[in-house]
């Protein structure tokens, strides 16, 4: 079966070009064989509106599920067994939706696009090792597949290979978007996928002008071989082709000097690109450049802390403490914010509790363990503990911080041996 001539030089544009205007000219090609009547381009229209997950984001189409679900739904009515897997995946094919589609049932339309997949369809192929991966072939199937494994993983040992071996066959039709899906497979170790075939795809697609493969090839480098050179050309690749996020990469690689001369300009400016494509790790960065006053950055506390909290809430729980550990001394303070003790300590406890204050770096060490000396000497946003606050200031004395002595100094012991502020 042969896809209609609009639809598939859309598919191109839209999946494969990695170009925002010839993606939206992709798209208008669907729009107009959607308004001639084709099944399939509803499908892909819906796609185009479903987010990352379903299209590359550089092409700009607004996110709106409302309108992906009635072109998907759409598509499902008019015919289309590509429009039926779509909508099983995006949580669209109620039983309301497959009683208005013209197949028998679910495995018949699965078999169309199997048919297209033998005839080499590069997105048909994917679709089928999508099926297989996310175990949307089960519900195709009914009891009689799903009843032969007893768990989630003794399925993906059936199913793994079976996607593995769809999804090379559309890489070599140069379709990239399911890699993220492979390198599952290929980390879970249920298929055959040796380093070697692993890394020949990668690269292959990164040559392609992958924005994404692009990122994750120079990661490979960088880790497997220590390539600084490759793996920047690979990262600045991406960050040109428009993923944004792979600045943060770019920004690393010239703060450090990795295959690439240290520019801490441009290590701020890709740092930059990647916050403000919400990249949390940038986010910090960008909020330590403020609040350190770091290369040509000028020091300012106020843009330090808009950053900060925005890394804060978006990073993972394991990192967020790096936000924190500043949040703290400004909030403590009143650097760039108001003045807020609790808030302060919130923060302040949050890398005490977790163990994190080993961790913390130079100078930004001294001025915590400064901060929880404030916060239990002064009884400043939890409970005074005068005996806790001096081991903190003696530790932050022990990195040079004049701050911790003054303060320190508000204090002394009786002749009982008990702590006594002496003055504030």
């Known amino acids: 079966m042969r896809r209609n001539e609009k639809v598939a030089v859309a598919i191109d544009k839209i999946w494969r070009s990695y170009n925002k205007e010839q993606m939206w000219e992709g798209y208008e090609l669907l729009r107009q064989a959607s308004n001639e009547g084709d099944a399939d381009a509803c499908c892909y229209l819906g796609r185009c509106h479903l987010g990352e997950e379903f299209v590359w984001c550089g092409g700009g189409f607004p996110v709106d599920e409302e309108l992906a679900s009635r072109l998907i739904k759409e598509s499902v009515r008019r015919g289309s067994a590509d429009g039926v897997l779509c909508a099983l995946r995006s949580g669209d094919l109620s039983l309301a939706v497959q009683k208005t589609m013209p197949f028998a049932s679910l495995e018949d339309a699965f078999n169309v696009v199997m048919l297209q997949a033998e005839e080499g369809d590069a997105f048909s192929l994917y679709m089928i090792g999508n099926a297989?991966?996310?175990?949307?072939?089960?519900?195709?199937?009914?009891?009689?597949?799903?009843?032969?494994?007893?768990?989630?993983?003794?399925?993906?040992?059936?199913?793994y290979p079976i996607a593995a071996d769809y999804y090379e066959k559309s890489f070599d039709h140069g379709l990239a978007v399911a890699f993220g899906n492979y390198r599952t497979i290929y980390e879970a170790g249920f298929a055959d996928i040796d380093d070697e075939i692993y890394e020949a795809y990668l690269k292959q697609l990164a040559d392609t002008g992958d924005p994404l493969t692009c990122n994750d090839y120079g990661k490979w480098l960088e880790d497997e071989y220590d390539d600084a050179e490759s793996a920047f050309h690979y990262y600045l690749m991406a960050v040109e082709r428009g993923d944004f996020q792979s600045a943060y990469n770019v920004a690393t690689c010239y703060g450090r000097g990795y295959g690439v001369d240290e520019d801490l300009g441009k290590a701020f400016e890709n740092y930059m690109?990647?916050?403000?494509?919400?990249?949390?790790?940038?986010?910090?960065?960008?909020?330590?450049?403020?609040?350190?006053?770091?290369?040509?950055?000028?020091?300012?506390?106020?843009?330090?802390?808009?950053?900060?909290?925005?890394?804060?809430?978006?990073?993972?729980?394991?990192?967020?403490?790096?936000?924190?550990?500043?949040?703290?001394?400004?909030?403590?303070?009143?650097?760039?914010?108001?003045?807020?003790?609790?808030?302060?300590?919130?923060?302040?406890?949050?890398?005490?509790?977790?163990?994190?204050?080993?961790?913390?770096?130079?100078?930004?060490?001294?001025?915590?363990?400064?901060?929880?000396?404030?916060?239990?000497?002064?009884?400043?946003?939890?409970?005074?503990?005068?005996?806790?606050?001096?081991?903190?200031?003696?530790?932050?004395?022990?990195?040079?911080?004049?701050?911790?002595?003054?303060?320190?100094?508000?204090?002394?012991?009786?002749?009982?041996?008990?702590?006594?502020?002496?003055?504030?």
């Open 273 to 424: 690109l990647a916050a403000e494509a919400g990249h949390a790790k940038a986010q910090f960065q960008i909020g330590n450049f403020y609040f350190e006053g770091r290369g040509n950055v000028v020091q300012d506390y106020a843009k330090a802390v808009v950053w900060l909290n925005k890394a804060y809430h978006n990073m993972d729980e394991e990192d967020s403490w790096q936000p924190a550990a500043e949040l703290a001394v400004c909030y403590q303070n009143g650097w760039g914010t108001f003045q807020d003790d609790d808030i302060a300590f919130r923060f302040l406890s949050e890398i005490e509790e977790n163990g994190m204050l080993e961790e913390v770096w130079e100078p930004l060490d001294a001025m915590v363990l400064n901060a929880l000396g404030v916060a239990y000497g002064f009884g400043r946003g939890t409970e005074q503990n005068i005996s806790q606050a001096i081991e903190y200031f003696d530790l932050a004395i022990e990195y040079d911080s004049e701050d911790a002595k003054r303060n320190r100094a508000c204090f002394k012991k009786t002749i009982f041996g008990k702590w006594k502020m002496v003055k504030e």
């Open 132 to 159: 297989m991966f996310y175990g949307d072939y089960l519900v195709i199937c009914g009891d009689k597949e799903s009843n032969k494994y007893d768990s989630l993983e003794e399925y993906n040992a059936f199913a």
